[in-house]
């Protein structure tokens, strides 16, 4: 099972060689062994990279994210099919009812506002109270928007009220950071079981192309917003703090009643959804458990 993560911070040339990715530094030569690898983040603009090496990233399904001159994520390459069974996997995905996306919806919003609530107790902040009461209140479909509610209520307690997540600011550079990266893995995990990123279930943006994985990550958000609120705030996002964020995907957290990795649990939620999703029952969602 794939699960390190590897950040090229320094201009190299990356190439494979007999089931190795070959990094070529100045003054350095390093080699990793491929089917090791779940995530390739390339940080410097000035790497290269040989077309042999990025054949053999997609078929090992490695998570490839390109970031721009600011070393903030800005493109990601996944391959076009990650399963024997791809087209199937396609037309059930397209022949997905409103109703059970309304139904596993409201199911992931209620599990997100619940991790919320348990983020703003671990700070003692007023507002975790307030926002539990929401996840009775969630609809199908979450109609009524609990969703937009608890999140007001959230970051505010968790930021202060003058905080908004449309700001410029350290908070948010973070917090998108670290969305990325999350959102990135589980991308992987959608095409690697046979299913496009396009197709949402409440997401429908046209202009995004991850929907789907937009849908999924939300109860994994607040592992992000909690990092982020411990951490002091600095005046930009430094290459050691974002190595930090990269590092949560090796927390310790239980799912199906055992003990794993972020990363390695990402395979077991996502594909739960996604059969939850097909065979028309929320109850087969297997959330991750976390704690602060």
């Not at 060689?17 to 530094?25: E, M, P, S």
Request: net charge negative; charged share 25%.
């Amino acid at each position: 099972m794939s699960w390190r993560v590897v950040v090229i911070s320094s201009r190299a040339k990356l190439e494979y060689k007999l089931g190795y990715l070959v990094i070529r530094y100045t003054d350095d030569v390093r080699k990793v062994f491929l089917p090791d690898i779940s995530v390739l983040i390339i940080e410097n603009t000035g790497c290269t990279l040989t077309t042999a090496l990025l054949q053999k990233l997609w078929e090992e399904k490695i998570c490839i994210i390109f970031c721009d001159e600011k070393r903030n994520p800005g493109a990601q390459l996944l391959p076009y099919y990650g399963s024997h069974d791809t087209s199937l996997k396609i037309e059930n995905q397209t022949e997905w009812s409103e109703k059970i996306k309304a139904e596993i919806w409201a199911t992931i919003i209620k599990e997100k506002i619940y991790r919320q609530s348990k983020c703003l107790e671990q700070f003692d902040k007023k507002g975790s109270e307030k926002i539990y009461e929401y996840i009775m209140e969630v609809e199908e479909g979450d109609v009524t928007n609990r969703e937009g509610h608890a999140a007001k209520v959230y970051f505010n307690a968790l930021f202060g009220m003058d905080f908004s997540r449309e700001q410029d600011n350290y908070i948010n550079a973070a917090l998108n950071y670290g969305y990325s990266v999350i959102l990135s893995a589980i991308n992987r995990e959608i095409v690697a079981n046979g299913y496009i990123t396009q197709i949402g279930i409440f997401h429908k943006n046209r202009f995004n192309e991850f929907n789907l994985g937009c849908d999924i990550m939300e109860p994994i958000r607040p592992l992000i917003d909690n990092f982020v609120a411990k951490c002091p705030v600095e005046e930009e996002l430094t290459s050691n703090r974002k190595m930090e964020i990269v590092n949560l995907v090796n927390s310790d957290v239980r799912i199906s009643g055992m003990r794993t990795s972020l990363l390695n649990s990402l395979s077991i939620f996502v594909k739960s959804v996604l059969d939850s999703l097909t065979k028309r029952d929320p109850s087969l969602i297997r959330f991750i458990e976390y704690e602060f």
